[in-house]
């Protein structure tokens, strides 16, 4: 079993973080989140190696110079991070987004408009999954 | 009008060798570049216009020759193919853009027909009509609606984003601090809320505006009784209305249809002064298309209006005394005329009763009526 659920939050909207938050505090469960405000952000923290492991990355994929699936082209090309488990949130209900996100070996694919405002239920699926998964160490 | 006298009639009845120097001058001063070709692709007779595609100094070279080392090799064997096809079926009709010996671009619309002459040789009558201004207008029409449709799906779509962030806000405001907030501030907020609702739901009908006909829904066979109760059981949730509809098999575009009934259900429930009433929905096979009608016992609407409630954003009543983005008529006319069809109100003195006409068969015709 895993300890507190780490996540790695690549989301360049404010209100959506704060969103995120609020929703893991909702549930108490007891987390560490890093934010990365874009693609960029977010492989500088991953290659710097500023997240204990194990996490997950929750990501947007509208974003500011790197956009998701940029980001997440680059990782699958990187042999040090092409391990890592990978959700998208995002806005975009776009039919060649969803094929393009699990052709880059995503874990999952949801969408903000459906998971009403506080995400609750995708905290909800990220905490069970959590607690059972197993992650490579180190 | 005037009528016509036996004497003009009369003026008109040309013997037979006026009726060949009438054709030729017909032939001859016609706009349209019109030319006479051999079975072996010579040009044997032309009219000015043709002519004068070319430089003045190659005219010469055109009756007898096939010019098609004048055009650009590409260019060439496309028309050599269209000739082809008529010399082999009869006729043949293309819209080609071309560069003319004499260096111009243009646009036409060339049609051939295959004649056989008293000499028992056959030839093709080609008449070529420079659509080249026609041909551009289409284009940027159909790009500025092209781009029209994106616009409204971008700003729809990026509008959206912040109104989200501020129900988030609003709503978190609430959830933390509504105990401290006093009475007038919580007024305040529900309106806020409210208004955020309204200018979801008009965001969302914008998007579907924008979208609506952006996939094709093909044909498909259906019991039209079903689609009808199927959609009035989605939107008839908590008021007392009782629905009639006849029943008919049909073979028709059935989302696209499925969208119209919705909104022109929910219109009869919305929009009814009671909580309870009545709705009717025919549907008659006509000669070639449907007639589709939903009748319902409501408030009725004032026939003055009944061509600005297709109109976007048009609503009868303030938005604070019934809710609605006032999309949901212009849709239904845009997919309607999409597939070639419309939608009307039809004036009666109780209720409200639209009627919908919708092709059954194909109507993608040949673009242009061919030549006898």
Known sequence: MNHDLNVLLVEDDDIDFMSIVRSFKKRKILNKITRAIDGVHALELLREETITKPFIVLLDLQMPRMSGLEFLDTIRNDDMLNDIVIFVLTTSDNEQDIVKSYKKHIAGYFLKDRVSDQFLDVVDVLDGYWRILQLPKG | MDKKSPSDTAEFNISAYDQAEFNDLLFENMPDYAFVKNDSFKIVKANSAFLSMYPTNIRDKVIGYTTVEDYQPKEAELFLARDKEAFEQGYSETVETITFPDHRIRTLLTRKKRFEAIDGRTYILGIATDVTEREELIEKLRKSNDDLDQFAYMASHDLKAPLTAIAKLVSWIDEDHRSELPVGAIENFELI??????????????????????????????????????????????????????????????????????NLLANAIKHHHLDHGNIDVTIEEKKGFYLIKVTDDGPGIDPQYSSKIFEMFQTLKPRDQQEGSGIGLAICKKIANHYAGDITLIDQPNGTSFLVTWPSVPTQQPPFKRIK
């Open chain 2, 193 to 262: 809320k409210s208004r955020i609702n309204r200018m979801t739901q008009l965001l969302n009908d914008m998007l579907t505006y924008s979208r609506v006909n952006q996939t094709p829904h093909e044909k498909e066979e259906f019991s039209f009784k079903d689609l009808v109760l199927e959609q009035f059981d989605m939107i008839c949730i908590d008021k007392e209305f009782n629905l009639s509809c006849c029943e008919l098999i049909v073979s028709l575009q059935k989302d696209a249809i499925a969208i119209v009934l919705r």
